[in-house]
């Protein structure tokens, strides 16, 4: 089955730096690509996702891109701010209803 | 709109006691999702809820859990004989459907499950 990988585990960052966030997954079927955002106490909330049609999204300051070769895709987020800390998810799914998410990143954004 | 709603918030319960959670998703979607999250780690599927089909168990951990859902709607996990390793947060997610590769997934905020 598919098996999603999240690189850092942690990562710090000052106010106004970019972070950036990688994913490997092992289906080459896969081909839907979400990232969650969970803050403290709450449940993770879709802030991208990515279809395998396509190279790069953008939105305001985040982007995702996909690299089906290499079978990774990554978050970047950039003017990183301190509500931009959390914990972040990538995920991957074949096509069925079963999503597989990577362990999770904490991203820590310092003033 | 209300979101998925989670209840309780906060479980602890001893060692071989039965617990039951309780989701109640957003209105009118028709596909549910039950998640683990244990401490540092992703989120580990449990079961999916499609409509009036049967649900897909392949996610739990053992016969010990089990869920319904009543009425396409509002969704209880059990857990029987509850261990230490059952702590987690336990989370509900729904979605529109009908295609659950690409439809979002709405969360809850989660049941912090604690076995003492």
Do not use: M
Not at chain 1, 4 to 30: F, M, N, R, W
Not at chain 2, 82 to 104: H, K, N, R
């Amino acid at each position: 089955g598919e098996n999603v990988e999240q690189h850092p585990s942690t990562l710090s960052v000052q106010e106004g730096d970019s972070a950036v966030i990688k994913c490997t997954y092992s289906d080459s079927a896969s081909n839907y690509f979400p990232w969650y955002k969970q803050e403290l106490g709450k449940g993770p909330q879709l802030i991208i996702d990515i279809r395998s049609n396509v190279g790069e999204k953008k939105d305001q300051r985040i982007a995702v891109t996909l690299n089906k070769t290499a079978k990774h895709f990554s978050l970047h987020i950039t003017e990183t701010q301190p509500e931009d800390s959390a914990v972040y998810f990538c995920a991957a799914n074949t096509g069925g209803f079963k999503t597989i998410f990577g362990a999770g990143t904490r991203l820590f954004v310092k003033a | 709109g209300a979101g998925v709603s989670q209840s309780p918030s906060n479980k602890v319960t001893e060692k071989g006691k039965d617990v039951e959670l309780r989701c109640d998703p957003i209105s009118g979607h028709t596909a549910l999702y039950w998640y683990r999250q244990s401490l540092g780690q992703g989120l580990e599927f449990l079961i999916y809820f499609q409509g009036n089909s049967a649900p897909d168990k392949s996610g739990l951990p053992s016969d010990r859990f089990s869920a319904e859902r009543t009425g396409g709607s509002v969704s209880t996990l059990t857990i029987q004989r509850t261990q230490q390793e059952d702590s987690a947060v336990y989370l509900c997610a729904s979605s529109l459907a009908p295609i659950p590769s690409t439809d979002t997934q709405y969360f809850g905020p989660g049941t912090r499950l604690t076995v003492l």
